[in-house]
């Protein structure tokens, strides 16, 4: 019956993102395309790196592009911290990567996650302070996203296990409007074996404007992420989205 109730409450979470990604939907449906890789290093060290497209359309009219890396240090069971740095450039629309960039920005970041289990459901609580240079203009942003993710055919994590995750995240800035940005994200992962996981699913970006009270967008994001694990670590690890 514990087993019918969670698989319930996670098609009810992943339909619910659905759902509110549709209704919200005011353009037409983009993508995000990340490939991810992950190094586990002796000592609870990782190290990790990430490059990352969007498109205003599924296939076309590419205007964003981003590659960043980072260093992590995990806590057994209890979360991590890391700290990343990245390149980010968006291009006039419609176009792909259409020159010169619009914005370039260079960012650091350092960030904290802590990690609540309940059960079968794991629960992240991502923490983020950022730096970000944008066209030159120094920027300060802050980060809050809750993450959960919920294995269906195991009880934990390992290959072949087939998951629900979803997120909510706020963005903040310590000057006006201060409120910047909300993104919702649900789908479905699988993790083929150790070193290879596939997830999938709907996410929706809100970005605040003074102006005009701002503009979302729907897009399908699909990430591939690999794992080369050096410590043989029997851990749980959580599979996400760096950004």
Request: hydrophobic share 35%; aromatic share 16%; charged share 20%.
């Amino acid at each position: 019956m514990k087993q019918l109730n969670i698989t319930k409450a996670t098609y009810f979470l992943v339909a619910f993102f659905f759902c509110t990604a549709v209704d919200a939907q005011n353009s037409e449906l983009g993508s995000w395309d990340i490939i991810g890789m992950n190094m586990n290093l002796k000592k609870n060290w990782t190290i990790y790196a990430e490059t990352q497209t969007r498109s205003q359309k599924l296939t076309q009219d590419f205007y964003y592009h981003e590659l960043k890396a980072g260093l992590q240090y995990n806590f057994p069971k209890k979360g991590s911290v890391l700290f990343g740095v990245g390149d980010y450039k968006t291009y006039d629309y419609p176009g792909t990567f259409k020159s010169p960039a619009n914005t370039k920005e260079f960012r650091l970041w350092q960030q904290l996650v802590l990690i609540n289990n309940i059960d079968r459901i794991k629960i992240e609580h991502r923490y983020r302070i950022e730096q970000r240079w944008v066209n030159g203009d120094f920027l300060n942003r802050f980060r809050y996203r809750f993450n959960p993710i919920v294995p269906i055919n195991k009880s934990t994590i390992t290959t072949n296990t087939l998951y629900a995750t979803a997120f909510d995240e706020v963005f903040f800035s310590n000057e006006a409007p201060y409120f910047l940005r909300n993104r919702v994200f649900g789908g479905l992962g699988y993790q083929f074996t150790k070193s290879f996981l596939l997830q999938g699913g709907f996410i929706r970006q809100y970005d605040y404007r003074k102006a005009d009270d701002g503009s979302g967008k729907n897009s399908i994001q699909l990430m591939l992420l690999f794992t080369i694990d050096k410590t043989q670590s029997k851990i749980e690890r959580h599979p996400s989205t760096m950004d």
